[in-house]
């Protein structure tokens, strides 16, 4: 079956096989998302899924990654998403990682065995949306998930061998926590220490809670160069071992890359230069999410 779209995936997906799994996500009520606000949650039936893969298998015979669809693929119990996870490898031998969208309750409530059982079928790589390590701008936001579940679903996955790739949504909090943000978020992340860490800037969407609250003006939208000087404070605090750095979502004005802590300097480096106004930044109208 055709996927239902829209299809929201990582850029770094961009060459893999997608399945959806489900369609929306279980917990779309957080203020800033519009990702699915027109997309009714559910899991889709399991023939249905098998279905998917066949037709995948026969465009797609020798594809090396799956991204598994919609936002919330790791809702589906173990028993049913291992089933999905073993097909896929039946009709695609050439497959080397599975990754997926997870919100962290869903992980948390997994035991060990669970995980690993994941992880032995291929789940090689969760996206885990933090957006912000200040528990405060989360329950403004509504988002399900809380900082503590986040941090300890990042260092089991990661335990097991799952890497987790960490999404940190700049300018969250607004102007009015603007230090709350960065601060609470460089002590998430530090505690993390995940293999992957991107930035994506906040973007207002129509229709959303948070685009009214803008609209209304009890939310401050930050301006382009205090999402710079954000994500400055923010890379200047991390203290990680090993950590590939990426700020190359359509949503970024600028876009920047490299390991952690290896390239700090650079980057930070980088950042005053746009902040001062000698590097131009991505046009608004190029700017997406």
Excluded at 25 to 43: H, I, L, M, R, W
Excluded at 78 to 90: A, F, G, T
Excluded at 146 to 161: C, K, L, P, S
């Amino acid at each position: 079956m055709p996927i239902i779209e829209p299809a929201i995936r990582p850029p770094s997906e961009s060459s893999s096989f997608l399945l959806q799994v489900t369609t929306g996500c279980s917990s779309n009520y957080c203020t800033f998302c519009g990702a699915y606000q027109d997309k009714e949650f559910k899991v889709k039936d399991e023939e249905e899924i098998y279905d998917d893969i066949r037709q995948g298998a026969a465009v797609y015979p020798c594809t090396r990654k799956v991204f598994l669809l919609d936002g919330d693929a790791l809702v589906v119990s173990n028993r049913k998403l291992v089933r999905i996870l073993k097909k896929l490898q039946e009709h695609i031998p050439s497959i080397r990682r599975i990754s997926s969208y997870a919100n962290g309750y869903n992980i948390t409530i997994r035991s060990d065995e669970e995980l690993k059982e994941l992880f032995d079928n291929k789940l090689k790589l969760l996206y885990i949306g933090l957006e912000s390590g200040n528990q405060d701008i989360l329950n403004a936001c509504k988002k399900k998930s809380t900082v503590d579940e986040m941090i300890t679903a990042v260092n089991r996955t990661q335990e097991i061998g799952i890497k987790a790739s960490v999404i940190v949504l700049l300018g969250l909090g607004g102007r009015g926590h603007f230090k709350e943000h960065a601060r609470d978020t460089i002590k998430a992340i530090n505690k993390m220490q995940p293999h992957y860490l991107s930035f994506l800037c906040l973007m207002l969407i129509p229709g959303t809670p948070l685009y009214a609250q803008a609209d209304n003006g009890k939310f401050q939208e930050l301006e382009p160069q205090e999402l710079l000087k954000q994500s400055y404070e923010i890379i200047k605090g991390l203290e990680l071992k090993k950590t590939i750095f990426r700020s190359n979502h359509a949503s970024n004005y600028l876009s920047q890359e490299g390991i952690l802590p290896r390239d700090k300097g650079h980057l930070l480096e980088m950042l005053e230069k746009a902040i001062s106004g000698k590097i131009r930044l991505k046009p608004e109208i190029f700017r997406g999410l």
